[in-house]
């Protein structure tokens, strides 16, 4: 092997290429990785950063879910206590109205055994008197006749 110029030649031209990148294209291509490198790993804090909120939310989103659920069971209950009193009110207005309704019809029906019986005295009286002439075969005068109605009604 022969070492002459071109030899020579071709090692300082490698030798400036070199210098020439690792002074001007080196350092851009550093600083783009290392820029690169910053990025995705702000990018990775970021998502786990992200993560943990959404496991916060997540966990939050539970507890709100489970106090609603809690507070609907709440409602629920209580209206369910609201039915059983207005039916046990309505039972209690429909006795009273019931026992009213009775007292009333209890009351018609006195009065009107009252009245029936005061009707009967009085056919029974007028029949009695019917009989009475008959038997008599005569007729009775109208003083004597109301004296014996009003007596024979106080005796039933």
């Known amino acids: 092997m022969n070492i002459n110029l071109t030899l020579f030649g071709q090692m300082l031209a490698f030798f400036f290429f070199v210098w020439f990148c690792m002074r001007m294209v080196w350092p851009p291509i550093v600083a783009a990785m290392v820029a690169r490198q910053e ?12 993560k943990k909120d959404l496991s916060l939310a997540q966990k939050r989103a539970t507890d709100e879910i489970k106090k609603a659920r809690g507070e609907a069971a709440e409602i629920i209950e209580q209206a369910r206590k609201r039915s059983a009193q207005m039916i046990e009110e309505a039972k209690r207005e429909a006795r009273e109205e019931g026992e009213r309704l009775k007292a009333a019809a209890t009351t018609d029906v006195q009065q009107e055994v009252q009245r029936a019986k005061e009707s009967l005295r009085k ?12 038997i008599l075969e005569r007729d009775v005068d109208a003083a004597a006749h109301a004296e014996m109605l009003e007596r024979l009604a106080a005796d039933l």
């Open 39 to 50: 990025q995705i790993a702000e990018g990775l804090e970021t998502a786990e950063r992200a």
């Open 123 to 134: 056919e029974v009286a007028t029949l009695a008197m019917l009989g009475a002439e008959r």
